[in-house]
Nanobody, 124 residues
Framework: VQLQASGGGLVQAGGSLRLSCAASVRSFRQYTMAWFRQGQGKEREFVAAIRYSPTTHYSDSVRGRFTISRDNAINMVYLQMNSLKPEDTAVYYC???????????????????WGQGTQVTVSS
């Protein structure tokens, strides 16, 4: 499984960005796809996930501002980020796993496959 994240950049507070993650994997629709982020000097934290259903899950810090979606036809997952804040600044990682259970969906160690990360910087 290979994941390629893209779409990061520099944006002013209140602006928007859309991250994309391309997955090279068979049976993509069976995978739970997620976004995590890691700010400088911070631990990696859960942002959003989308299951095959496709049900979605969000951290409290981004709910209502970010939207995760997937296109199973082209093996892509997206993270639309609106109303960005300086505290959203981080490297954003795409993650995938076919066996992560619902109760563990927010835990990074439960995802076996990771992309290389894309930097998002929000200026105040």
């Amino acid at each position: 499984v290979q994941l390629q994240a893209s779409g990061g950049g520099l944006v002013q507070a209140g602006g928007s960005l859309r991250l994309s993650c391309a997955a090279s994997v068979r049976s993509f629709r069976q995978y739970t796809m997620a976004w995590f982020r890691q700010g400088q000097g911070k631990e990696r934290e859960f942002v959003a996930a989308i299951r095959y259903s496709p049900t979605t899950h969000y951290s409290d810090s981004v709910r209502g501002r970010f939207t995760i979606s997937r296109d199973n036809a082209i093996n892509m997952v997206y993270l639309q980020m609106n109303s960005l804040k300086p505290e959203d600044t981080a490297v954003y990682y795409c993650a995938a796993d076919a066996r992560v259970i619902l109760s563990s969906i927010t835990t990074a160690r439960n995802y076996h496959y990771w992309g290389q990360g894309t930097q998002v910087t929000v200026s105040s």
